[in-house]
């Protein structure tokens, strides 16, 4: 989670959603912010800063598409050996990953609702649009172009190819989409 102080925005950092990256970006933008390098969700935020903190300021935070996100999930845990999940998953394929994982499943709405699923965050930028998406959010609140302040390369991505349709078949497309189903109705996302 980070914290600007100064322009009054709340990042909830849901991770392997670009966080690294949006971190970088928003430290370079006010060096001042405050960085739990933590990913808090946003009750457990919402109590560590306090009602007037959480009331008063925007909060953000970036989705993203399901089948992205567990492909990223699989490849960077199976890249990185000191990831205290690796040697589970190294020798894993995709199937037998999204086995596993159904048995310590989280979505990504888990952290941005509360106890009745409503949602707590203000924006939420979609990770294949990051950049516009930030940029406009920075234009139309703050009226500046924030486009200097980003970092000039992927932080913490796993190494795999960039077309996560590639590493699905049917059945494992719709194992994603039972496991994930919550997050898919609730931030609209699609397999293309």
Partial sequence: ????????????HIYKNA???????????DPQ?????????????????????????TKICV???????????????KGLPSHHQHGIVKDMSVKQYLEWRKTDLHQQ????????????????????????????????????????YFPDKKINASQRNSDYTQYYDEETKQMIHDMHKPDIDFFQFTFT
């Fill in 1 to 12: 989670m980070i914290i600007s102080h100064k322009y009054q925005f709340i990042f909830i």
């Fill in 19 to 29: 966080g690294m990256f949006v971190s970088r970006f928003l430290k370079n933008l």
């Fill in 33 to 57: 912010a405050i960085d739990t390098v933590g990913h808090e969700n946003t009750q457990k935020a919402r109590q560590l800063l306090g009602e007037k903190v959480w009331n008063s300021y």
């Fill in 63 to 77: 989705s993203r598409n399901s089948w992205d996100w567990q492909m990223s999930l699989l490849h960077f845990m």
């Fill in 109 to 148: 709405m888990e952290f941005i609702v509360d106890n009745d699923g409503k949602r707590m965050v203000d924006t939420i930028f979609r990770f294949e649009y990051l950049q516009q998406d930030i940029l406009l959010f920075f234009l139309e609140k703050y009226k500046m172009d924030v486009s200097k």
